[in-house]
Every structure is written in C-alpha cells, then in structure tokens.
C-alpha cells in the first residue's frame, strides 16, 4: 500500500506532506515529557516489531499478495500520538533504506498507513471495548479495529489515486477495499491476538503502564511467540507476488506456471505455511500458559 512516487499530483502529493508533517508536530508536542522518556523503550521495541512484519508478504487472490500493518495495534498499545509517530518512523525507514514508496508520497504513505490505521483503529477499539473488558470482548474489539484500519486506509489510498487521474474511482475502491479486506483478517487476527495474550500476562500494559517489570518466563514466552514463527515464515520465503497496489498500477502479469520452490510452488504453499504458522503459535501459547500456571501455582503455595 506503500505509493510510488509519479503516482499522485504534485498539489495532492504536497498538501498530504504538509498534513502529514503537522499531524506529526502536533503528536510530539501532545506527549508530556515525562510519559514520553517512559515510552521511549517500548516505542523501540513495537517498531521493529512493526518493520520485520511488514516486511513478509504473503499471498491473497488474484496473484497479488498483501502485508500486516500494525497500526491499529499500535494506537491501542499507546495511544494514537506515540503510534503515530512510531508508525512514522517505521514507514520513512523503509521509504530511506528499502525505497518503500516514494520520496514525495511520503506524507501520503504517513497519513495512510500511519494516521488513518493508528486513529481509526485506536478509536473503534474503545467503541467496542476496553483496556480492562474480558479477555473475549478483548479480542473481538482488537479485531475489527484491526479489520476496520487497514480497509480505512485502503480506501483513501484508492482515492488519492483516482483525484491525481492514476486509475479510475469505480475500479481503484474495488480492488483496493477488495484485496485489502481479505488482508484485513489476518491484521484483526493479529491485532486480536496480541491483545489477548497481554490481557493475559501484562495487562498493565493495556492500561497504558509502562513500568518495567518482565519477569524471565515473559521475555522467554514472548520470545518464543513471536521469534519462531517470524523465523518460519522468513525460512518459507516472503512471497514474490505484488500487492493489491502494485497489481493495480503494473496491469495484469501474463499468465504463466508458478515456479516451484524448493520444497512446494508459491501458491499451492501458501496455506500450507499459515496452516503450520498458526499450529506453532498454538502450540508456543499453550506451552507458555502451562509454564505460568505451574509458576504461579508454585508461587502461590
């Protein structure tokens, strides 16, 4: 979803720079001092959290393939002010380092991939639930935020493109909320999920509580949960295919076989690693809740 420079009219390109660069301004100077040094820690960790994500794309329909964003999660997490500037910091290291979107769509990418997900995702959470509701209620309302920001941010991506004249109104809303609603799922599943395993183990955290206090057992659950199924997908290869955006600017691929891989072709695997990504993470959750019960258990005797 990241835009290409050449895409969007210079007026357009422009004044979402300048919107984009105020949003960010206005976020810094929201943040109190004092709460900022305390969330200078965790910003850094769910950036790059955020970056290794949205670096594994897998495929979706029609040849194209998509990728998580995070934003949602992180306006829940912090707030729409520091993710939004974590969100910022994410999306001009890819744009400097990897040539993610271009140089003068980088206000364009901020306020869709950042702004849009992170506020429209912080505020449907809180519509829906709250950082002390159960743990089900939770996960629902984690969900459909995170559903609800990355098809959000779709579609103003297609309509930043139709008012620059790069493809048409009708056809731009169609593919981009189309795609992007299949790809919606996985963001709510993961928005979902990790909200439920910190209501768990840190729900201090959901109150926004950023005071040290990981425990060995955490940092050795949290490792396991996220690091080996990160590697798992990193080692089944991040899909070649493009995304719903890219897709709708090249045209159509010409047909032709899929290229094996090394063990299965691209697209007959695909479900095959989410079908294993999601035993791992199972497995890894019940292993890491039966050593926390038996903990507690131990400390409680």
């Not at 206005?26 to 900022?36: C, D, G, P, S, T």
């Not at 768990?200 to 996220?226: I, Y």
Request: hydrophobic share 55%; net charge positive; with cysteine.
């Amino acid at each position: 979803m990241h835009i290409p420079d050449g895409f969007l009219t210079n007026r357009i390109a422009l004044s979402l720079d300048a919107l984009s660069g105020l949003s960010i301004l206005f976020a810094a100077r929201r943040l109190k001092l004092e709460l900022f040094a305390r969330m200078i820690p965790i910003m850094g960790v769910l950036s790059a959290f955020i970056f290794a994500t949205q670096m594994l794309n897998f495929p979706v329909l029609g040849g194209t393939s998509g990728h998580l964003v995070g934003g949602a999660l992180l306006g829940i997490l912090m707030g729409p002010m520091a993710g939004l500037l974590t969100m910022a910091t994410v999306i001009i290291a890819q744009a400097l380092f990897l040539q993610d979107g271009g140089l003068l769509a980088l206000g364009a990418n901020i306020f869709n991939i950042g702004a849009i997900t992170v506020f429209s995702g912080s505020a449907v959470f809180r519509l829906l639930g709250t950082e002390q509701a159960g743990r089900r209620r939770l996960a629902v309302a984690g969900f459909v935020a995170g559903w609800f920001s990355v098809v959000l941010s779709a579609t103003a991506c297609a309509l930043q493109l139709a008012l620059s004249n790069a493809i048409p109104l009708g056809i731009g809303l169609t593919a981009m909320t189309g795609y992007h609603a299949v790809i919606g799922v996985f963001e709510g599943a993961l928005t979902a999920g990790v909200l439920s395993f910190l209501g768990r183990v840190r729900p201090d955290l959901l109150r926004r509580d950023f005071a040290p206090g990981f425990g060995f057992v955490d940092w050795a659950g949290g490792l396991v949960m996220v690091a080996i199924p990160l590697a798992l997908l990193a080692l089944a290869g991040a899909s070649s295919l493009p995304d719903p955006l890219q897709a709708l600017l090249i045209g159509p691929a010409p047909a032709a076989a899929p290229e094996a891989g090394p063990l299965l072709s691209e697209r007959s695997s695909s479900w095959y690693w989410v079908l294993v990504y999601l035993a791992l993470f199972a497995l890894c959750a019940a292993v890491f809740l039966a050593v926390r019960r038996i903990r507690n258990r131990k400390g409680a005797s």
